[in-house]
């Protein structure tokens, strides 16, 4: 077990490396990845039953001990990334498979790194789990909600389908994490030491899986692409960091908040995407997997590097 939690140690300390990797795999040797695009929702439900086994008590004593803290972290999350999503959208002109693609990825509750991101930038970790724990649990809610307001000027949106699939691939796999550790706690605490390449794995397969399907749309329209993740990414970090400081966070504080907001669950958006979309739509989640954790980890060296203190 010592061998495959230092593997384990490595992969996560390493993991935009490898989801580079992996895209890069997916475009040059794509037959490879093909054949698993039905398995997307089972990868992400592993990443999901593995978010449930890490949650504990604490995680949501932080939301009562200080709920409006927690308020402010996801309702940033929830305004400013799905507008930010449709603004780019109209202002850009995409089309629309690539419009709703956006504005899906911007929908999507925190990204399962956020919360490694925030603790490299020594910003409040707990307040980050917190904010991503929250707004993962009541995305079944928000997301087709929004989704269907802002992205019905492209086509018309199921939002009863995507609640389901939201529950089958999210809640689902996190309530049972949930009931295996309190049913085998030591076992489920052994496990978690794996997590790190469990998750990895599950996720660098599913950007594989995306770009793979979409290499020739990719080749088409992935200039464009890469140019709306760049800016709806960058702009949501800034965005994120100048509405907790609206409300008067402390340094460590606008650190979570920054990275719970401008990072997404984008394997979540390429999971919906392929199931209720055209696949190219599923292309801007997994260009965001790509980037938000190389704008990530290059936001957190910078915020270490600031004093801990309100400026």
Request: positive net charge; proline residues 4%.
């Amino acid at each position: 077990m010592n061998t495959v939690e230092r593997i384990s140690k490595f992969v996560g300390s390493t993991f935009s490396v490898w989801v580079i990797l992996f895209a890069c795999l997916g475009f040059f040797a794509p037959q490879a990845f093909t054949g698993l695009k039905g398995d997307i929702s089972l990868l992400l439900g592993i990443v999901m039953f593995g978010m449930g086994l890490t949650l504990s008590s604490a995680d949501f004593r932080e939301v009562f001990r200080r709920p409006g803290d927690v308020a402010i972290g996801v309702v940033g999350h929830y305004l400013i990334m799905p507008l930010l999503a449709y603004i780019l959208a109209v202002v850009l002109r995409l089309p629309p498979d690539i419009a709703v693609g956006v504005i899906l990825v911007g929908r999507c509750p925190s990204g399962t790194a956020s919360n490694v991101m925030t603790f490299l930038a020594k910003g409040d970790v707990a307040l980050g789990v917190s904010i991503a724990s929250v707004s993962t649990l009541i995305a079944p809610f928000a997301t087709p909600a929004i989704i269907s307001l802002l992205a019905n000027k492209w086509m018309n949106i199921n939002a009863k389908s995507l609640f389901i699939d939201i529950i089958e691939v999210v809640i689902v796999p996190i309530l049972l994490g949930v009931i295996v550790k309190a049913l085998f706690k030591k076992q489920a605490e052994a496990s978690v030491k794996a997590l790190p390449l469990v998750s990895t794995i599950a996720i660098v397969l599913i950007v594989a899986i995306v770009v793979a399907v979409n290499k020739g749309k990719i080749l088409e329209t992935g200039p464009i692409i890469f140019a709306v993740v760049i800016l709806h990414n960058g702009l949501g970090y800034a965005l994120g960091y100048l509405f907790a400081k609206l409300f008067g966070m402390d340094l460590a504080k606008r650190k979570a908040v920054t990275l719970e907001t401008g990072m997404q669950n984008s394997g979540l958006g390429a999971a919906l995407a392929a199931t209720h979309f055209n696949p190219i739509a599923a292309v801007p989640s997994a260009i965001f997997s790509v980037w938000h954790n190389i704008s990530g980890s290059i936001l957190a060296t910078w915020f270490s590097r600031k004093e801990s203190r309100e400026r």
